[in-house]
């Protein structure tokens, strides 16, 4: 006899849904300990995964100086440094801290869901 209610579309909270389907499964947190660097692609581009005070932070496995692998530097207060000539990048960021880097890397954004830890694509 009357109209129905009408209502709108509800919206699901994003927070609530699981990681994205171009998020990079990098493994289990268990297997990636303090200390460790895990090189993985992610969106074709070669990224270090590393975790540092319980931290996780993923960036492009390219230095920006003279595009060395940054995999295998030494990681120290939340730095990065490149083996080859020794600039240092914030791993928060990507930000050079020291010469003879002038310009960022590019960071990506982690995550640990489920015990796993992921990195997201861009
Ligand atoms: S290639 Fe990394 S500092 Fe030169």
Redesign the pocket.
């Known amino acids: 006899m009357s109209d129905p209610v009408r209502s709108d579309p509800v919206r699901l909270d994003s927070a609530a849904e699981p990681v994205s389907a171009e998020a990079v499964e990098i493994g289990p947190v268990a297997d990636l300990p303090e200390g460790s660097q895990t090189e993985v692609q992610v969106g074709g581009k070669s990224v270090v995964v590393v975790c540092e005070g319980g931290q996780y932070y993923a960036l492009r496995n390219q ?1 920006s ?4 692998p940054l995999l295998g530097g030494e990681v120290s207060m939340g730095r990065i440094t ?1 083996t ?4 240092k990048f914030e791993l928060s960021s990507g930000k050079p801290k020291t010469l ?2 002038v310009k960022p890397v590019q960071v990506y954004q982690t995550r640990v869901q489920g015990g796993v830890v992921w990195v997201d694509s861009l």
């Open positions: 230095c100086h003279q595009n060395f490149c080859k000539h020794g600039a003879p880097a």
